[in-house]
Structure formats: C-alpha cells, structure tokens
C-alpha cells in the first residue's frame, strides 16, 4: 500500500513539474508577443497578452510588471498599481520591477495626493 | 571540484542570470487626469495672491505671471489678462481681519508700463499693513533697479506662514469671489497664497567626489562631508474659486524647498523660478489632462 501510494506521488510529482514549465513557456510567448507589439505602440494588444500570460501562469512575476506599465501607459493608474504590488509580490528583489514601481509611485502619489485638513474644501461644481 | 566544473557552473551562472534579465526599456506616456472637471469653464482668472516672506521676490506678482503664461501655453482654457487684484487691501477691508490703520499713501517712484496699476494697489496693500504695525519698516523702501524694482516689496510683518492667517478669510467670501466672477463673466478663479521664505541648515550631506587611481582612472565616490547650507522654501496655496458662485471648489498646498552651499550665491528670484518650476505640473494637473513622459523596462 506504501508503495502504491509513493508511486501516485511520484508519478505526480513528475508530471507536475513539465506542466508548470509548459505554463511558463506559454506564458512566456504571450509576454513576448506582447513586448513587441507594445514597442510599436499597440498597447491594447500588449494589454491581452500580458493578461493572458499572467492567467496561464499566474506566478509569473514578469507578466505582471509588464502589465503594470500598459495600464500605466493607459493611464489606469489603479490596475498599474496592483499588478505592480503583484509583480513585486512575486519577487521582492527584482531590482528592475522595483524601479519601475518606484517611477509608477511618483506619479501615482502626484495624483492622488491628498489636501491638507485646513483647506476650505474641494468640491467640484 | 574540478576546474572544468568550475568552468562549466560559471558559465552556467553568467548564462542563467543573461537570461533572467532579458529586458527592453520603453518610452511611456502616462495620461494624468484632471483633478478638476473645469468644463463649465471657457476661462480662467489668476486673480493674485496674498505674498510674503522674502523682500527679494514679489511673490504675488511673480506667481501670477508665471501661472497665467503656463495657463495660456498649457491648458484650454482662455486666460484673462488684467491687473493684479489688491487682495492684502481687500482682506484688510472686509470684517474678519484684525483693525488696520491704513497711512495715507507715501510718496512712491512713478511706475510705468504695464506694471503700473499692479505695482500701485500692491503698494497700496502693502501700506495698509505697514499701518497695522504702527511703525514704518526702513527695510521697505522700494528698492532700485531689476525686475522687482516697480513692484513693491509685501508687508514686513508676512514673514511666515501664521502671518498669513489673518488674511485667509478673504478666499471664503463668497460675495466679493461671486462679484470678481460677475465683473469677468464667470470665469474660474486662481488665486491664494505664497510664502517664499529664506532658509538655513546645516548637516552631514553626501556628495559625490571624483578621484584618480594610482592607474589615472576616474572614478566618482560618495563622500560625507558636513556643509552649511541656505536656500529656500516655498509654499503656495492655490485656492481655485467657482467665479458664478463664489464658491471654493478646490485648494492645494505645496511645499518646496531648496539649499545651496553658502559660499554660493543663486539670486532669490531664480530659487523662486526653479522651486516654482518644480510644482507647476501639480498645478496644472489640477487644471487640464497631462501627459508625462517617462521610461520603464519591459522584462521578458
């Protein structure tokens, strides 16, 4: 019964690892796609593949941070900022994921900075 | 190990880590929206602000300019040209400001050119205050020559920010915003105030020195060295006022500041401009859609 058992894990153990590094290559096709249309300015198409990379392997740190630049490019500012967070989530230490979010930050905290407590308000009319 | 393992695992390193970093950095546009839908408006009024600190810098004159040219340039909206509202005569005028006794008005160099009539109610604001504090500041006398000089320097008492209090109530009357509004067919209104003040410190700074090997190559280290330095701060307030209604729709308050070496000596107006230079795009963002451009890296 040991056995038996010990082969089932095995047996998974050894299909599980080709299945994820077939979800990384997919996912890595789909990014790279994606940068080549991003850099001739087709961002929406960049956007799908970066997605679709993201759902088939969704521990791909990379496809995220690509991501996080064509919503910021979009000006989704939002999305950007929690594909970042993801990305980042993924690998802390990624020194360029890093960067990129440090110059999202910048213009993120320009943006959605708020007033001090002392204004008279901030209505729109 | 084996030197041919040693070999074979660095190549395999150097291969692993070119291929982790394959990236491709890219120029980005990053649209800003506007933090105020201004659509009702087809104008805009830089109406002037309440100004003090530094003597060196009219801060009213100087921030109004400066905001109706990048307005002009940089947004759709049609800036209205006309003289600089005498809002520290105003704020004084209307209830809520401590009792000033205004001297009659003093004998002054006769300004000409555009800057007349802006240069002769700052003045006139400015002698409002002075009676307020009795005695007459030596130090405010007109001064010569340069960009300044047909403008008056702000009331010697403005010289931080609490000083300004007193003032602030104007931006909430909303009778004397509504009739500007009337007067100008209800255009938006920018005005507020500015605090350009002298500031000193002194500290551990790092800075980077260049130095020469023994082989003559350069190479730049941070070096920590302790340094007196002055410059200065800026804070602005722009208040941005519904001209139909007279009412506040939306207030910001910047703060920026710059030191130099204090053997260096930058000309208080440039600071002005280059602090002012830093905060600009804030502003306007306020205002209208911006675009900024950047880069970042595409990994693979």
């Not at chain 2, 003597?55 to 209205?80: A, C, H, M, P």
């Not at chain 2, 005695?135 to 006398?141: I, L, N, Y």
């Not at chain 2, 509004?181 to 500031?199: A, K, R």
């Not at chain 2, 900024?292 to 890296?297: A, D, L, S």
Request: some cysteine; hydrophobic content about 35%; aromatic content about 8%.
């Amino acid at each position: 019964m040991r056995t038996r058992v010990l082969t089932v894990f095995l047996l998974l153990g050894a299909t599980a690892a080709p299945l994820a590094a077939d979800a990384r290559s997919d996912a890595k096709k789909q990014v790279e796609f994606g940068i080549t249309v991003a850099q001739r300015g087709l961002w929406r198409e960049a956007i799908y593949r970066w997605e679709r990379a993201a759902q088939i392997d969704p521990k791909y740190a990379e496809a995220y941070n690509d991501l996080a630049i064509a919503y910021e490019h979009e000006g989704d500012l939002e999305k950007a900022r929690v594909a970042y967070e993801k990305a980042l989530e993924l690998e802390p230490n990624n020194a360029l994921i890093k960067q990129n979010y440090e110059l999202f930050k910048e213009i993120n905290d320009r943006t959605t900075r708020k007033d001090t407590p002392d204004d008279p308000g901030n209505q729109n009319p | 190990m084996t030197l041919a393992t040693r070999i074979l695992s660095s190549v395999a390193a150097i291969l692993f880590i070119a291929g982790c970093t394959n990236y491709y950095e890219i120029p980005i546009e990053t649209p800003i929206k506007p933090k105020l839908d201004v659509s009702a408006f087809q104008r805009v009024l830089v109406a002037g602000f309440i100004a003090g600190g530094t003597d060196d810098v009219d801060g009213n004159l100087e921030t109004t300019r400066l905001l109706r040219s990048q307005l002009r340039t940089k947004s759709d909206l049609r800036v209205i040209d006309t003289d600089v509202l005498p809002l520290m005569e105003v704020a004084t005028e209307t209830p809520g400001t401590p009792e000033v006794k205004v001297e009659p008005a003093k004998a002054a160099p006769a300004s000409d050119g555009a800057e007349g009539r802006e240069g002769r109610e700052a003045r006139e604001g400015k002698e409002g205050k002075e009676g307020k504090d009795t005695k007459a500041d030596p130090k405010s006398e007109p001064k010569g020559e340069g960009p300044q000089a047909a403008t008056p320097e702000k009331p010697a008492a403005i010289k931080d920010a609490k000083d300004l209090e007193p003032y602030e109530h104007l931006f909430a009357d909303v009778e004397y915003w509504k009739k500007i509004g009337e007067e100008y067919q209800n255009p938006l209104i920018v005005t507020g105030t500015v605090m350009f003040t002298p500031h000193q410190r002194s500290g551990i700074v790092q800075r980077e020195e260049e130095v020469y090997d023994s082989f003559g190559r350069r190479r730049v280290v941070p070096v920590r060295t302790y340094m007196e330095r002055k410059g200065y701060i800026l804070q602005p307030k722009f208040i941005f006022i519904d001209g139909r209604t007279g009412t506040v729709m939306h207030s910001e308050n910047f703060r920026e500041e710059v030191l130099y070496n204090a053997n260096q000596s930058t000309p208080a107006l440039s600071s002005y401009f280059e602090l002012m230079d830093r905060l600009i795009p804030s502003f306007l963002s306020t205002l209208s859609s911006q675009k900024i451009k950047g880069t970042r890296v595409l990994l693979q």
